[in-house]
């Protein structure tokens, strides 16, 4: 999903870039990774692979721990020897329960899940760089090229059915092609290596995005129902609030990313054709 949408983003910006699928690439092998790195001579990789799997992580962590924590590791070991800098993408999830109304980027992780735990591997394979890197923590992300939750809302506001959606966790919705367009202007801004927090501005829950797209969409957000997320017997524990702060933007000099609800007004024809 972010992989395609960065893509579209660096050649609109007129760079050349390659992008690896993962059958073309496997990151958990170092000397697949050597040898790409090797043949490509990249200046900026950026890691689009992760295991997103939340709840069967819980289950098979070793397995998750090998795509995002090994799997960064060898990224940055290449990239060390070619001097490539690395952008890693993260997640919301490295954090825990506070109750504070939002994370800062200097906050001390606390992951609740193995999924976090795993991401927060990555993060420490990936700022142990001696020329540094870039950590991009981003969350509630959608986008028109794969699954994700507003495409998920979008098909069920077409079917005339009621949904029910949970109202006690608190996040930020965030377009991937927004994300996309952020991460090329850190790259391109020369910004301090370090942790970055890719959201939307602003915040709500999943009620509250649910309905916003059943609204966009034309259909009756009274469809969308309140539940709490025990309804649901998830897995993997989820942090109530998942809302991040912004200030290493502003200390690089550069402009956070637009509120989720006019990024969602953006996203919607694009997210309109891709839903089935």
Not at 40 to 51: F, G, I, L, R, T
Not at 102 to 110: I, L, N, T, Y
Not at 125 to 140: F, I, K, Q
Not at 152 to 164: E, I, K, N, P, S
């Amino acid at each position: 999903m972010l992989g395609q949408d960065l893509i579209a983003v660096l050649r609109r910006h007129g760079e050349v870039v390659t992008g690896l699928s993962r059958r073309e690439l496997d990151v958990t092998d170092p000397l697949a990774v050597a040898g790409r790195i090797e043949e490509h001579k990249p200046d900026v990789v950026v890691n689009c692979a992760a295991w997103t799997a939340v709840d069967k992580a819980e289950v098979c962590e070793a397995e998750a721990l090998l795509v995002n924590g090994s799997g960064v590791a060898n990224l940055a070991a290449a990239c060390r020897e070619h001097g490539s800098r690395l952008v890693q993408i993260s997640t919301d999830y490295v954090f825990g329960q506070r109750l504070r109304s939002s994370h800062a980027e200097a906050d001390d992780p606390a992951p609740l899940n193995a999924y976090g735990r795993t991401k927060l591997a990555g993060e420490r394979a990936a700022l142990a760089l001696p020329d540094g890197s870039y950590v991009v923590r981003t969350a509630w992300l959608y986008g028109a090229h794969g699954p994700n939750f507003v495409s998920t809302m979008l098909d069920r506001a077409g079917d005339g059915a009621d949904v029910q959606v949970v109202t006690d966790q608190r996040g930020q919705p965030t377009w991937s092609v927004d994300l996309a367009e952020q991460i090329v202007a850190l790259v391109r801004a020369g910004a301090r290596p370090g942790i970055y927090h890719g959201t939307s501005s602003g915040a709500t829950t999943w009620y509250g995005l649910a309905r916003e797209v059943f609204r966009l969409a034309g259909a009756d957000p009274d469809r969308v129902r309140p539940v709490t997320s025990a309804v649901y017997g998830l897995q993997a524990a989820r942090p109530a609030c998942s809302v991040l702060g912004h200030e290493a933007w502003a200390r690089a000099g550069l402009t956070p990313m637009d509120d989720w609800t006019s990024a969602l007004v953006r996203a919607m024809p694009a997210l309109s054709g891709s839903a089935s």
